[in-house]
Every structure is written in structure tokens, then in C-alpha cells.
């Protein structure tokens, strides 16, 4: 019966240490050198208040500007749409609908989850051609 009491006294003092170190590694913040976790961006919070900010990388798949989406494709063809708007901020553009014609463009989106939907508040562009899509299909480039 004391070996019994013993181990149930152990076992319990372990779970104490371990439930909370794993719970903490869930949450996790952003890793060392992450973008910092002060202001809103520029672009402004989703309505819903602040929440944590991801970013998707891929190639440009389409742009619909009726209903202000961006399809992305990224690695193992994995799709995701983002909701714009006026606010989000555009790097290497003018604005969203200058990518229209960019099919197959390198982007990085930085967006956040609001309603269900992926609204992107940061839009950044690249000059490189995405494998597809591009409208380089390969070789050199022309001289002069």
C-alpha cells in the first residue's frame, strides 16, 4: 500500500511539472527575431480586434476584384484565398488590382483570420516567376 501512495504521489508531481510546460509550448509566441506583437499595421485591424498575424507564401493564382479576393498557390499546390481592402498595404505595386496581369507572381501575404475568412492586411511582391505560370518558360536571358 505505501509503494501504491508513493507512485501515485510521483506520478502526480510529474503531471504538476509537464501539463504546464506542454501547455505553454502551444501557445508559443513568435520565435526570436518574429515581427513584433506591438501595433496594429499600417492597414489596421479586421473588425474583432487584434489577433495574431500569419504569413502564406506562394504564387499568385488570381485576382477577383469583384468580390476584392486574392487565390494564392503554395507549396504542394495548396490554395488559399484572401479577402482585401482599401487598407491593406501593397509592396511592389501600386495597389491590388495591379496584379491582375501578374499571374504566376511571387507574393508573401500577410494576413489575419477574421469571420471564417483570410483577410489579408500586407500584400508583398517579388520579381521572381513562380514555377507555372510565369511568362518566362525558361533558357537565358536575351542579350541586350
Known sequence: ?????????????????????????????????????????????????????????????????????????????????????EGTQVVGEKDVQGLAGKTGAALRVTYRDAGGKHIATKIETSSERGEKGGKDKGGPPPEK
Not at 509503494?3 to 510521483?10: E, G, N, P, R, S
Not at 518574429?34 to 504569413?55: D, L, R, T, V, Y
Open 1 to 85: 500500500m505505501k509503494k501504491l501512495l508513493t507512485v501515485t504521489a510521483i506520478s502526480l508531481a510529474v503531471m504538476l511539472v509537464v501539463v504546464p510546460l506542454a501547455s505553454g509550448q502551444e501557445k508559443g509566441g513568435p520565435p526570436a527575431g518574429g515581427p513584433p506583437q506591438g501595433g496594429p499595421p499600417a492597414g489596421g485591424p479586421p473588425a474583432g480586434g487584434a489577433q495574431a498575424e500569419k504569413i502564406f507564401t506562394g504564387q499568385l493564382a488570381k485576382v477577383d476584384p469583384q468580390e476584392k479576393e486574392i487565390t494564392v498557390k503554395g507549396a504542394g499546390n495548396m490554395e488559399m484565398t484572401f479577402g482585401y481592402t
